[in-house]
C-alpha cells in the first residue's frame, strides 16, 4: 500500500501507527469549519508575508477559495503574526511542500513559514487560528518543517533553531506567542525518531493505540482500539470503602481522569458528528434530528432599539441581550418584534420519554 503521511497529522501517526493506513480506505472527509478558518487565517499571513499583499486589511472582505471570509478581526489577529515575522528582519520562506523522507514518506503541504534572519538561527513558525491549545515543545509538525528545511543547507550553516507557535485566540501561560529554541542536533535525533514512527504505520499489521491523539481521527467512529479503550475504562464496581485520598493520589488520579476524559470526547465527537450526518438519510434508533436555535439577540441597532423602547440599550458599555431590556422595563412585545432567534443548524437530539411528552406540552 501506498500513502503518504502528512506532517500536519503527525502528532496522530506517531503515536498511533494504524491512523493514515486504516483511513486510505475510507473517502475524506470535508474540511470542519475550523479546519476552514486556520487555511483562511494561514492563507492570509502567506499572502502578506510573500508580498502578495501590502498588508492583511488589503485582503478584508475577500474569500478563500474553501468559501471562508476574511473578516476585519482575522485581518488585525494574522497582522499581529505577520508585523512579529517582519520585526526579526531577514528573509522569510514559505515552503508549501516539504518532504522529511521518502521511505516512508512523510510529505505534505504546510503553512509554517521559515526565517533566516540571524544565521547560525533558523526561525520555524506557525500561526495557529484554532482555539485548542497547541504547544511549541516536541510539536513534530513543526520538528518535520525544520528538519526538511535544514536538509536543503549544507551541515553547519545553522547551529539552533527556534520553532514558535503564534496563537492568537486562545489564553495560554505563556502568552501568544511561543518559542523553543533547540540545537540542530535535537531537531535531527526528534526527526529520526518521527521517521522510526512513519515506519512502524508501512510496517504489516499496525497496530492502533488510543490516546488524546485520536481526537478528529478520520476513523474515530469505526476504531476498536478507541472504542473498547473507552469501555475497558468504564466498569461498574461494587464497594462499601471510602477515604480521603492522598496528595500523590490525588495528582495521579488527576491525570487518569485527564487522560480518559481525552479518549471519551474523541470517541463522541466523532460518534456525534457522524450520527447527525447519517440521520438525514438513515434512521438512528432513538434518535433525531432538530432544528438548534441561538440565543434571542437583536436585529436592529442599538439607536432604534433606545428609540423605540424607550430604554438605554448600552447602559453597561456594550449593547445589552433582549431578555435584560425586558428586565429593565421596556415592553416584551417590542423588544421580540426588534429582535431574533436564529437558528444553528441541525443538532441530534435523543428521543425518549421526556422529549416526547415535551412534544405533547406535558
Ligand atoms: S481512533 Fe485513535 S486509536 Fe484509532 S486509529 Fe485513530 S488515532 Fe489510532
Redesign the pocket.
Known sequence: MTFRLPPSSSH?WTN?A??VP?SQAYPDEPEGDEAREGTCAAWVAQTVLTGMSVNCAALINYTHENGWLITAEMARDVQEYVDLIHKRGGTTSCEAFVTLSTDPLIAGTTDLTATIASIPTLYVDDLKYGRKIVEVRKNTQLVIYAAAILRKYAPGTFNLVQLGIYQPRAFHRDGTYRKWVVSVADIERMAAEIIEAGRRAYAPNPI???GE??TY?P??TR?E??AQTNYARITVVHSQSHRDMTPLELSRELDFIEEADATLK?RKKAVQAEAEQRARSERIPRYGLEMGTGKRRFKATGEVVRMLTGKDPYEKQELCTPAELVRRGASKDVVNALSIVPNTGMKLIKVDENYIAKSFGE
Do not use: F, K
Open positions: 496522530r498511533c494504524l491512523a486504516a492502533g493505540t488510543a491523539w485520536c481521527c476513523i474515530a476504531c482500539a478507541l474523541a
